[in-house]
C-alpha cells in the first residue's frame, strides 16, 4: 500500500486488527526485514510496516533529511490511517526516530520496543565512519554498502550457516537508491543525544538487544533500561544487530508478550 505523507510516496503494510503496532526498520533495510514477525503477529494484533523515507518501495528524494522528519513522516502516516495511539518498535535507525517521535508526540505512544539501538549520539569517530560510507555508496553503489553492512548486521555464524539470511539482507540493501542511504548516514550523524530523554519516557519500555551486537552492544541496551523507568531489558542469546532475523520466534514472542500487557490494559 502507498500513501502521499510530506510531500513524498511511502510504501507501507497495514495487516490484521486489534491494538496497533507500528514496526520501524533499520538502515539501509526496508519493511520486509519484520515478515516473521508480521505473519506472527497479524492474528492477534493489528501490524503497520513502514518503508521509511529512502527505503524499499517509499520514495528516495535527493535532499536532505533529517530523523525528526523521518518521525513526522511517521506520524502523517498513522493519521492518514486514523491510528492515535500505537505500541512502536524500532530497530537500530528506527529506534533513533522512535526517540525523535516520543520527543514531539509522547502521548500517540502506548508503549516503546527499543532494539539493537542505543540513545547516545555518535561519536567522531562513528561520525567519520558514516561520512566515509557515504562516499563509497556515492561512488560504488548499494552493493558496496551490503558488503560493508552483513559483517555488522549479522552473527559470524549466521553468515557461515545460514545463506537465506544473508542473502535477505544483501536484496534489502540493495533494493534502496543511493540518495536513500546517503541521506541517512548524514541524517544518523546529525541525530542529537537522547540520554536526556531516557529518563524522561513515561510509557512502558521493552529492550531488545543481541548477545554478539556489536554495533549497539548489550552495554548500550543497559545505559537505556538503567535510566528508562520501570524498563524492560531482554537479551537474545547467540543474536548480533539483526536479532529479530536471527532468532524470530524469541524476538518475536518478547514482542507479542509486551504488546499483549497493553492490549489486556487497553480493554480492561
Given at each position: 500500500m502507498k500513501a502521499q505523507v510530506n510531500g513524498i510516496t511511502l510504501a507501507y503494510g497495514d495487516k490484521g486488527t486489534g491494538l496497533p503496532v507500528v514496526f520501524l526498520h533499520a538502515f539501509p533495510l526496508n519493511r520486509t526485514m519484520w515478515t516473521a514477525q508480521e505473519e506472527a503477529l497479524s492474528s492477534q494484533f493489528r501490524i503497520i510496516t513502514i518503508d521509511l523515507r529512502g527505503h524499499g518501495g517509499s520514495d528516495a528524494p535527493l535532499r536532505h533529511h533529517t530523523l525528526d522528519q523521518a518521525a513526522e513522516d511517521v506520524r502523517i502516516l498513522l493519521e492518514h490511517l486514523s491510528i492515535q495511539q500505537a505500541v512502536f518498535v524500532g530497530l537500530?535507525?528506527?529506534?533513533?526516530i522512535l526517540f525523535a517521535f516520543?520527543?514531539?508526540y509522547a502521548d500517540r505512544v502506548k508503549g516503546l520496543v527499543l532494539a539493537d539501538t542505543r540513545a547516545q549520539a555518535d561519536t567522531a569517530e562513528g561520525k567519520e565512519e558514516r561520512f566515509r560510507m557515504a562516499q563509497t555508496a556515492y561512488k560504488k553503489g548499494p552493493a558496496a554498502i551490503a558488503d560493508i553492512m552483513i559483517p555488522k548486521l549479522l552473527s559470524p555464524a549466521t553468515i557461515q550457516a545460514r545463506p537465506e539470511i544473508v542473502q535477505n539482507v544483501?536484496?534489502?540493501?540493495?533494493g534502496n537508491q543511493i540518495s536513500g542511504i546517503t541521506?541517512?548516514?548524514?541524517a544518523m550523524v546529525e541525530r542529537p543525544d537522547s540520554i536526556p530523554l531516557l529518563s524522561k519516557i513515561a510509557c512502558p519500555t521493552q529492550?531488545?538487544?543481541?548477545?554478539l551486537d556489536q554495533a549497539t552492544p548489550p552495554s548500550d541496551a543497559k545505559i537505556m533500561a538503567d535510566q528508562i523507568p520501570g524498563s524492560r531489558l531482554a537479551v537474545i542469546p547467540g543474536?548480533?544487530?539483526?536479532?529479530n532475523l536471527e532468532q524470530p520466534d524469541m524476538f518475536t514472542q518478547i514482542v507479542r508478550s509486551f504488546a499483549s500487557d497493553l492490549a489486556k490494559e487497553r480493554n480492561g
Open positions: 537500530s535507525m528506527g529506534g533513533y516520543y520527543r514531539k544483501r536484496a534489502m540493501i540493495e541521506g541517512d548516514l548524514m529492550i531488545i538487544v543481541g548477545e543474536t548480533s544487530h539483526l536479532s
